[in-house]
């Protein structure tokens, strides 16, 4: 008779703990529309990258098109718990862009991917969020140049210029700057990212902003910042500058640090794996199926 309870007990709990996970996945609203990228073939990336770690609801928001009327574009962002930008076109409205920012300030996750860091360069808020940006006439005036210089010194650099560079897209090494960090914690020191766009010389506000990976650009001569978090309000905030296209999306590091860095920026701990084909510092590793 003991035995049997405990056994119940036990299946009990298993159903208790099924019942939990299934009943409560992460909810995830990507925004796209409008980009300077391939969004049309990079959403359906980045929503099966988050699918595949079983423990996120990915819903996506569309935009209207660049020029038309953005006034209906007012997505419920307080029914999600992240939110994963792919958007890099026209201004939100005025109401959009509030509660975007209350979302942020009152404990929502964003997570920011490659050229959404381009988006929005007069959005003071915005910027706040993502702590670096480029392009879109951003310079001394968005704030420092962030970066480490050949040292491996953290420099904040005020100097003049354009923010947003890149040369033509390579394999790179990501050099992980954090190890304790829940993102990045586990991971090799350094990995081989597949080809994609080294952004170099970004640059904005970064305030409450920790590197937790970088990547050395021989344009700038400076390990570039790669993957971020920025605390902004209560709110958790991942910035990966990687991302340009479809190949840069299948390699398993960036596959990583996007689940783990919405799972962080939904709920400030993380429990997805680093995966067993993890890329290594001299061998990279893509899904392409
Ligand atoms: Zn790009």
Redesign the pocket.
């Known amino acids: 008779m003991v035995r049997k309870h405990m056994w119940l007990t036990g299946v009990f709990a298993i159903l208790v703990t099924a019942t939990a996970w299934a009943d409560s996945p992460l909810r995830v609203l990507i925004v796209d529309g409008q980009n300077n990228?391939q969004w049309k073939k990079t959403t359906p990336l980045l929503k099966s990258a988050l699918e595949d770690a079983g423990c996120f609801q990915v819903d996506v928001a569309t935009s209207p098109s660049s020029g038309q009327d953005m006034s209906s574009f007012t997505p419920k962002f307080q029914d999600y718990q992240v939110v994963v930008s792919n958007y890099n076109g026209d201004l939100w409205p005025e109401a959009t862009r509030k509660a975007f920012q209350r979302f942020v300030e009152t404990g929502g996750g964003f997570v920011c991917v490659?050229?959404a860091d381009n988006a929005f360069p007069k959005w003071d808020e915005y910027n706040r969020m993502i702590g670096l940006g480029g392009w879109g006439g951003r310079n001394e005036s968005s704030g420092p140049y962030v970066y480490l210089d050949k040292d491996e010194k953290l420099v904040r650099d005020d100097r003049q210029g354009p923010g947003g560079s890149?040369g033509a897209r390579h394999e790179f090494q990501v050099i992980i700057r954090d190890t304790t960090h829940p993102i990045t914690k586990g991971m090799p020191g350094a990995w081989l990212h597949t080809d994609d766009?080294l952004y170099d010389s970004l640059r904005g506000p970064a305030e409450n902003m920790k590197i937790l990976g970088t990547a050395f650009s021989n344009k700038s001569g400076r390990h570039e910042p790669m993957i971020m978090t920025i605390d902004y309000g209560e709110g958790r905030v991942m910035h990966t500058a990687m991302g340009?296209?479809e190949p840069s999306m299948q390699c398993v590091g960036f596959i990583t640090v996007l689940q783990r860095g919405t799972e962080w920026a939904a709920t400030g701990k993380v429990t997805l794996p680093i995966p067993d084909d993890f890329p290594s510092a001299d061998k990279s590793s893509a899904r392409t199926d």
């Open positions: 990228h490659h050229a890149h766009e340009h296209h």
